[in-house]
């Protein structure tokens, strides 16, 4: 098992209070844009990361989903998100994420050491699709690559990207061997985590060619 140290707490904290400064200044038609998950609006993204601290949703929500979507766990993720996001206004949403910004609570099939990485990469798909730059602190950066990197199941980093070298610009981070890709962290979050097409738009380097054949998520 991975722990969790104070300073990732405070860092988790940090993208919380970030991302609400981010979203209270979102236009109704922003809140509702496509974001990079497939069908999830932005506002959908910002539901599911205030779930998190405040426990949500009960396994017995996310059961009976599994059965509606006969077993599809992100179909049925989905609707879990979708549902909470349609029954909280954008300003309460923005409102959760400042007053539990702090919170180290989960629901019981979240893992602590997924929680920071998932809080960057979401703020990325958000961020991209409506054209503002969310630059990644180093330090948040390196923790959130480094867990990307090392997770298996569902996105496979290692094994898909590991015959390029990623290095990136923002942050003391680098893996992988082959022909070169550069870029910030963020957009190599984007790499990591199968955001591929948004991610190669805003990459660079030789090693773009050998990872132009792996499918966008």
């Known amino acids: 098992m991975v722990t969790v140290d104070d300073a990732v707490w405070r860092m988790v904290g940090r993208e919380r209070l970030s991302l609400a400064d981010l979203l209270a200044g979102l236009t109704a038609r922003q809140w509702e844009q496509g974001s990079l998950c497939t069908r999830w609006r932005v506002k959908d993204v910002a539901a599911h990361l205030v779930m998190t601290p405040l426990r949500e949703p009960p396994v017995r929500t996310l059961a009976g ?3 509606r979507q006969r077993g ?3 179909d049925a993720g989905w609707e879990v998100v979708v549902t909470y996001a349609d029954r909280r206004p954008c300003e309460g949403i923005v409102a959760d994420l400042r007053s539990e910004a702090t919170s180290r609570e989960r629901p019981v099939f979240v893992r602590d050491a997924n929680i920071l ?3 960057v990469v979401h703020g990325q798909d958000v961020a991209v699709p409506l054209g503002i730059e969310r630059p990644v602190p180093a330090d948040t950066a390196v923790v959130a690559l480094d867990r990307a990197w090392a997770t298996g199941w569902p996105f496979h980093a290692r094994r898909r990207l590991g015959r390029t070298r990623l290095e990136a610009e923002d942050c ?3 893996a992988g061997e082959g022909p070169r890709v550069t870029g910030s962290a963020g957009d190599l979050l984007l790499l990591a ?6 991610a190669l738009e805003r990459l660079r380097g030789p090693g773009l060619d050998a990872l132009r ?3 966008p998520r």
């Open 72 to 74: 599809h766990l992100w």
């Open 213 to 215: 054949s792996l499918t």
């Open 172 to 174: 003391a981070w680098a």
């Open 193 to 198: 985590t199968g955001r591929t097409g948004a």
């Open 117 to 119: 990485f998932d809080l």
């Open 65 to 67: 989903a599994l059965v």
